[in-house]
C-alpha cells in the first residue's frame, strides 16, 4: 500500500514542481516588496534592504502629506455600498430568473450574458454623458451606481445557478404556512443561496477594490477619489522626489486588503463555486 501511495505522488510531482516554483516565486517577490516598502531608497538601489534601519516613516508619511487615509476611507464605502447594492439589485432578478416561468425570460438571460461581452470601454463614454445630462458628476454616488450597473449581469448569471437549484417544495411548504412570495424569497431562499451570495460579494469586493477605469473616468474630484487612482498620482509624486521606499509602501496600502480578504475566505470562494457547480 506504502508503495503504491508513493507511486501515485511521484507521479504527480511533474504537476507539483511549476506550482510550487510559481508560489516560492510569488513569496519572494512579495516579501522583496515588503522590505522595501520599510527601506530607504539608498537601500533599494544598492540592494541593502533594511541595512540602514527600519523606516515607518514611508507609512506615516503617506498619511500624513498625501491624504491617503481620505482615499482609503473612499475606497471602503465604494466597495461596501457597491457590493451591498449588487446583490439587491441581482438577487431578485436572478431569482425570478431561475424560478419563475414567464414569456420572455429566454431573450432576459440572453440579454444578460450578452451584457458580460461588452468592454467597459464602450460604455464609458454613453455613461458619463448620461452623468453629465442628471449632473451627478463628481459625487460618490455615481461611482457607486456605476458600479452596481456594470456588475449587475455579472452577478445575474451567477446567482441563478442557485436559485434555479433550491427544491420547490420550500417554497410551497412556505405557501401554505401562509408566507408569501416576498417573505419566502428574504427569509427560506436567500439563507440556501446565501454561499453564492457570500462568493458573489467576495469577488466583487476584490474587483471594485482593485477597479481603476471607471474610477479614472467617473471620479475627477480629489474628495472622491479612490485609493486605486490616488496611488497613481503618489508614483508619479515620490518618483520625481525619488521616494522610492514610499512608492511601495503606497503599493502595499493598496495591495493588503484585499490579500488579507482573499487569505481568509479563499476557502469560502473554492466551496461556493463548488456548490454552484455542483447545483447547476
Known sequence: MRSVAMRKKMNLLPAYIPLYAWLLFSVILFGWVILASLSS?????TNSLLKSGIHFSNYTDLFKEQDIG????????YTITACIGIVA?????????GRAQFRGRGL?????????????ILISIPLFSI???LKLTGSIITLILVYICTNVPFAVFFLTSFFSSVPKELEES???????????????????AQPGIITLSIFNFLGV???YFFALIFSNDANSRTLALSLQSIVYGYANTGNYGGIFAACMVVFLPSFIVYLFVSKRIISGLTVGAVKG
Do not use: H, K
Request: glycine residues 4%.
Open 131 to 133: 452623468f453629465v445630462e
Open 89 to 97: 439589485v441581482a438577487a431578485p432578478a436572478a431569482y425570478m430568473l
Open 174 to 192: 412556505a405557501a401554505m404556512d401562509g408566507c408569501g412570495p416576498i417573505r419566502a424569497f428574504i427569509q427560506i431562499i436567500l439563507p440556501v
Open 70 to 77: 481620505r482615499y482609503f476611507a473612499n475606497s471602503v464605502i
Open 41 to 45: 531608497t539608498r537601500d533599494i538601489f
Open 108 to 120: 432576459l438571460n440572453m440579454m444578460f450574458m450578452s451584457a458580460l461581452a461588452i468592454p467597459s
Open 209 to 211: 477594490w482593485n477597479e
